[in-house]
């Protein structure tokens, strides 16, 4: 089976590396002029000139990043099966359509408002009460276009610093963590969910994930499962979806769903029996989807702006380093590393000891660390 990917980044790379051994060959699509997936197929084409070529070169599509154009994967879905489906892709690039969608679906999320001038944004600053978090309706990610407003007066600064025209306004939440909750759907509606992973943010972006969850109560556990499934079955989804998530004392609120493979699921290609990655293929071919459960704690490490000494990490028995081919930049993402451990208390030790080769990452501080 010839499976098309839309984008051609590193969870293209590591979908790829999923899928060869179930004998998949992989054509990538680009549209950034600036591919770094380093294998398969790769078609290069920011004017979409050559969409029909792609097309008549695979069986089935998916993709690895969800801000593609829409109209690019209907024209797809015309022809070929694409998974997931490209309503999937549309929700998931306007928070005002998604931020409906989880309520409209009993899904918590913090209290929103839409801000189009300077004037709405003090004005719903005003009604949610300070501190509010304001972001761009459409592309944003990694922290990116976001600003923290802590009094309404700080709402031109905000509307000129964020600069689009049309902004979601959330009400800060008080949240005890992070956490997100991973899971598969097939072809067939079946349904698979990952444990949840305690995720750790800075300057906007991933660098650390737990899994499973510590201290994870059961029923926050279950409530997740109940909220990625009703987004699964009423977007008659196939693939991998991620549902990132706030948890609170009053328990969890949603904060926004990614379409595909996520950075918080990279522990699953050695810390749990399938990865992300392979049911993510397994799925978008048509196979049943591969046992989820945890093989024993993990936690991933995000390499960002600069490799380190993988040498040195990679004397580490206990360390499993992924690197993506790509050149050093402040905030970019040049690999991950895994690292497995049979108790939270001995993962810590690890996870410490690893991040010391890693220049610039910032201090190991998760739910485990601040108990002690």
Known sequence: MRIGVLGAG??????????????????????????????????????????????????????????????????????????????????????????????????????????????????????????????????????????VLRSPEEAAEAWSSINHPRLIVEKFVEFRREVSIIAVRSESG?????????????????????????????????????????????????????????????????????????????WTIEGAMTSQFENHIRAVSGHPLGNVAARGVSCMINIIGEHGDIERILELPYAHVHLYNKGERPGRKLGHINILADSYEELVWRVKNCAQFLPGSPEFESSLTSKG
Request: net charge negative; proline share 6%.
């Open 10 to 147: 590193q969870l293209g790379r590591m979908l790829a590396l999923a899928g060869y051994p179930l004998a998949k060959t992989f054509v990538f699509y680009d549209m950034s002029g600036s591919p770094s997936a380093g294998l398969g197929e790769v078609m290069i084409d920011r004017d979409n000139q050559y969409l029909a070529d792609f097309i008549s070169r695979v069986d089935r599509v998916t993709y690895e990043f969800e801000h593609l154009p829409v109209e690019v994967a209907e024209k797809i879905a015309a022809e070929k099966p694409v998974h997931p489906s490209p309503r999937a892709l549309q929700v998931c690039q306007n928070r005002e359509a998604e931020k409906t969608l989880f309520g409209d679906l009993g899904i918590p999320t913090p209290e929103w408002k839409i801000a189009d001038s300077a004037e709405s944004l003090q004005a719903a600053a005003e009604a949610l009460g300070c501190p509010v978090v304001a972001k761009t309706n459409t592309e944003g990610y990694d922290g990116k276009g976001q600003a």
């Open 190 to 266: 079946d349904l698979a969910f990952y444990p949840m992973a305690e995720n750790t943010h800075h300057q906007g972006i991933l660098r650390y994930s737990i899994a499973p969850a510590p201290g994870l109560e059961r029923h926050v556990q279950e409530d997740a499962e109940r909220y990625i499934k009703a987004l699964l079955n009423e977007l008659n989804y196939v693939g991998v979806l991620t549902l990132e998530l706030f948890e609170t004392a009053e328990g969890l609120v949603a904060n926004e769903m990614a379409p595909r493979v996520h950075n918080s699921g990279h």
